[in-house]
């Protein structure tokens, strides 16, 4: 379907790179949800208009356009309310749509587990709630059943409440995984290794660079699209002294990226909260990459993700002639340079990675009695186990391990003695 892009935007705010760098983005968003862009418009007004946001000269204009390119759908950069959205479409004779939902769209065709479908239906049906106002008289017609009392419920406050029983049960389901994220959460701290987050702005190249980690031993699917990939991905990466972390890729993030969504994927997005450590991809090779960042830094805000180590890593440095003065990577950020598909900065990335884990896995020394085999079973499976020496009070292991973990294996080796 052939779709007209409009961002719009106040006179008295003065035009900025953002404001193309969101449209051009819209444009990607609309290829990615396998739409065709015709033509992308700029609209800069004196204030907004609540019953169409652009004014009536404007969609005169635009109705015009669509008729002259044979555009099946219009759609906003700025969010639409219920009644403007409706009123457009009396008027245009299109459909009209706006980012969050063009956004929700492409999480519902992309989602790939049961929980990413159920939480991009989630998304969909509360912005359907928020969104559920009358169509003309329709919408004032009652609603009974055989054999009930008085003439029923008016027809929107069915459509509400038909959406809110729907939400309810997604909610529910999606707290039974949730539940069950926990029970998984509490198996690994009881036997763990460092947590390490990969997040940034969506089609950073974070899908690769953990494929790379991997050795590309799993296939993790990446591609140069907006939201290749929506379902996180847990994998085990070696450490250059020795021992596992486990990385796992996040959902990319956006501009502007709906409420709905930030809502209905909390709970996968919280497990950055319970990370050793983010590295927060970037674009090297993107203009926007300032804003981008400025994007990924408010998601993690909304999600209150506090006091975790963050280190900067700018991907794609093989796409950029000099990435010490092309991109933005300012020294504040401490940038680690690399290129997940070459390969080139990597092992500086892990090694840079490794010093900040020491920082809370620290190594420590403990003796466990002859014949206590569960428990050095259990230390070599939990810890980053270095050592081992054999002597006649036991075998002494020297290894890496969280405060709270070292504490918990000392009291099981004091109780065996």
């Known amino acids: 379907m052939k779709v007209i892009l409009v961002a719009a935007e106040l006179k008295r705010k003065r035009p900025g790179a953002a404001g193309a760098a969101s449209l051009d983005e819209l444009w990607r968003l609309a290829e990615t949800a396998g739409l065709e862009p015709v033509q992308k418009i700029s609209v800069r007004l004196q204030a907004w208009?609540?019953?169409?946001?652009?004014?009536?000269?404007?969609?005169?204009?635009?109705?015009?356009?669509?008729?002259?390119?044979?555009?099946?759908?219009?759609?906003?950069?700025e969010e639409l309310g219920s009644a403007q959205q409706r009123n457009l479409e009396r008027a245009l004779g299109v459909t009209v749509a706006d980012r969050p939902r063009l956004i929700i769209e492409i999480f519902a065709l992309r989602a790939r587990t049961r929980e990413g479908k159920l939480q991009a239906r989630l998304a969909g049906f509360s912005y359907a709630?928020?969104?559920?106002?009358?169509?003309?008289?329709?919408?004032?017609?009652?609603?009974?059943?055989?054999?009930?009392?008085?003439s029923g419920e008016k027809q929107i406050e069915y459509e509400r409440r038909t959406l809110r029983v729907k939400i309810s049960e997604l909610e529910q389901e999606i707290e039974g995984i949730k539940r069950e994220r926990h029970t998984q959460r509490a198996r690994r701290d009881s036997v763990p290794m460092p947590q390490v987050s990969?997040?940034?702005?969506?089609?950073?190249g974070k899908s690769t660079?953990?494929?790379?980690?991997?050795?590309?031993?799993?296939?993790?699917?990446?591609?140069?699209k907006l939201f290749a990939t929506l379902d996180p991905t847990t994998k085990r990466v070696r450490l250059p002294a020795g021992g596992w972390a486990l990385f796992t890729d996040t959902v990319g993030f956006i501009q502007k990226l709906p409420h709905d969504l930030i809502a209905a994927f909390r709970a996968t997005l919280e497990e950055i909260r319970y990370s050793?450590?983010?590295?927060?991809?970037?674009?090297?090779?993107?203009?926007?990459?300032?804003?981008q960042h400025e994007a990924v830094?408010?998601?993690?805000?909304?999600?209150?993700?506090?006091?975790?180590?963050?280190?900067?890593?700018?991907?794609?440095?093989?796409?950029?002639?000099?990435?010490?003065?092309?991109?933005?990577?300012?020294?504040r950020l401490r940038p680690v340079l690399v290129s997940a598909l070459t390969g080139a900065g990597v092992d500086g990335l892990l090694a840079a990675s490794e010093?900040?884990?020491?920082?809370?896995?620290?190594?420590?020394e403990l003796t466990v009695p002859a014949g206590s085999k569960g428990l050095i079973k259990e230390i070599y499976s939990a810890c980053l186990v270095q050592e081992a020496a054999y002597g006649p009070e036991g075998v002494t292991l020297k290894f890496k391990a969280t405060p709270e973990n070292?504490?918990?294996?000392?009291?099981?080796?004091?109780?065996?003695?």
């Open 49 to 77: 208009n609540p019953a169409t946001l652009i004014g009536s000269g404007k969609v005169e204009e635009f109705k015009a356009l669509v008729k002259e390119t044979g555009a099946g759908a219009v759609i906003f950069d």
């Open 129 to 150: 709630l928020s969104r559920v106002a009358g169509k003309g008289g329709g919408m004032d017609q009652q609603h009974g059943m055989i054999g009930g009392r008085g």
């Open 198 to 204: 990969i997040v940034g702005y969506t089609n950073a």
């Open 209 to 224: 660079l953990l494929n790379y980690l991997t050795g590309n031993r799993h296939g993790i699917y990446a591609d140069d």
């Open 276 to 291: 050793d450590l983010i590295l927060h991809v970037h674009d090297l090779s993107s203009p926007e990459a300032k804003l």
């Open 297 to 331: 830094k408010t998601t993690l805000e909304e999600l209150e993700v506090k006091g975790i180590p963050v280190i900067n890593v700018f991907n794609k440095a093989d796409a950029v002639k000099d990435p010490s003065v092309s991109a933005w990577a300012p020294e």
């Open 355 to 364: 010093r900040v884990l020491a920082r809370r896995w620290k190594e420590y």
């Open 406 to 417: 070292h504490s918990r294996l000392k009291k099981k080796a004091a109780s065996n003695q």
